[in-house]
């Protein structure tokens, strides 16, 4: 059976370009880059080159680029190593509800460690109220992270008017960029993550951007890798995947075209559907859309059966048959979070997938709510 896979915002598969790099590196630049010798400063070179693609890709230096392992690490990196290197005892910090759990477990950390954290909401269409962050702030407030584009739905937030008014309040502002990065410019923050197998790479290697003047502490102990911000001899093979696949367009332009009418199809010909998030600014790949009296599980799974990758949310929280946080901050019952699907398109992705996926759905949404005891059949 043909496979077609809707579900990129979990992870992409590896472009040809980053597979060549990566397997070329293992041969090429195999040896240590912090070793002296000709075979280190090989690796060193490819390392270097890696950064210098990566940086090119958010518009900034490449001194200002820390190679990690991935989505997860930046935030973590970024979020308790900017608060605890900050002075003081009494400290604070604003995120949203929204966020991914990489961002929202480092703020339980810095909880549990006597920070105090503002959860800023989100209005219906998905969106944080910069007036409200704003009116959050305390004079002992350090940092701020709000992601860039939510990963459930695609909404993009007003990362750069919080930014500002950041800067205005000497407040650090950091930014998950893992689902924007390569779709939009990085905004003007002071710490920025990406993750590479998000954008065609493998899986394993991530970075932060780090405005200079930026203090971190380090969490991990060890040697002065990543101008000690980062101990550990670099994963050159990750990192020169993820630059080479950095150095390409991320999407297709067919994208946006391709979800509006993956949508429109959907809205027209499945009763009871809404979509998520359509209210306000939305990366161009995402589509979130609820299926009233259909469980989201049954419906991937459905949709799996028929050979079609898609996901109910966040992969990490899949499996959990809990809804969506995402979906409930945003003021959905529980019972239409569950009822919600997430299609993610990528760089395969074409019409004739598209329409096949629609006709997929359309078959399994009514199949699944004719066994509903809970779906009004009229
Ligand atoms: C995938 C994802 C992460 C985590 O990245 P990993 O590289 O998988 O650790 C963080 N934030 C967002 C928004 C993501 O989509």
Redo the contacts with the bound molecule.
């Keep these: 059976m043909n496979r077609f896979y809707f579900d990129h915002?979990a992870t992409t598969p590896v472009c040809p370009e980053a597979a060549q790099a990566w397997s070329c590196s293992l041969t090429d630049a195999w040896a240590n880059p912090s070793s002296i010798h000709r075979d280190g400063q090989a690796a060193r070179n490819a390392l270097e080159s890696a950064r210098a693609q990566v940086a090119a890709l958010l518009h900034c230096q490449p001194a200002q680029i820390v190679f990690t392992s991935?989505?997860?690490e930046s935030?973590n990196l970024a979020i308790l190593g900017a608060v605890r290197a900050h002075p003081g005892s009494r400290k604070h910090v604003v995120t949203s509800t929204i966020e991914?759990p990489?961002v929202l477990a480092a703020c339980a950390q810095l909880e549990r460690e006597g920070v105090a954290v503002t959860y800023v909401g989100v209005d219906a269409s998905g969106l944080v109220n910069p007036d409200y962050v704003k009116r959050s702030l305390r004079p002992e407030t350090v940092l701020i992270s709000l992601?860039h584009a939510n990963?459930e739905t695609g909404v993009v937030q007003p990362v750069e008017q919080i930014a500002a008014l950041a800067r205005e309040a000497g407040v650090l502002m950091h930014s998950?960029g893992?689902?924007a990065a390569g779709r939009l410019q990085m905004p003007q923050v002071d710490l920025y993550s990406v993750?590479a197998?998000?954008m065609y790479a493998p899986k394993g290697c991530?970075a932060l951007y780090v405005r200079s003047g930026i203090e971190l502490q380090t969490m991990l102990y060890g040697g002065r890798h990543e101008r000690s911000r980062r101990p550990g001899t670099e994963n050159v093979a990750g990192a020169v995947a993820f630059g080479a696949a950095a150095g390409l367009a991320q999407d297709n332009d067919r994208l946006p075209a391709l979800r509006d009418r993956l949508e429109s199809a959907i809205i027209a010909q499945v009763p009871g559907t809404r979509i998520n998030g359509s209210g306000a600014p939305r990366i161009s790949n995402t589509t979130n859309i609820s299926f009233q009296g259909v469980e989201g599980e049954s419906l991937v799974i459905a949709l799996d059966l028929r050979g079609f990758a898609v996901s109910t949310g966040a992969a990490c929280s899949s499996g959990a048959l809990e809804p969506s946080h995402v979906l409930l901050a945003m003021g959905l019952p529980r019972e239409q979070a569950k009822a919600s699907l997430r299609f993610s398109l990528g760089r395969g992705n074409d019409e004739s997938q598209v329409d096949a996926l629609i006709s997929a759905v359309i078959a399994s949404a009514a199949h699944l709510r004719r066994l509903s005891p809970t779906y009004a059949h009229v």
Aim: proline share 0%.
């Design positions: 915002n991935g989505g997860t935030d991914h990489a992601m990963n998950d893992v689902q993750s197998h998000k991530g």
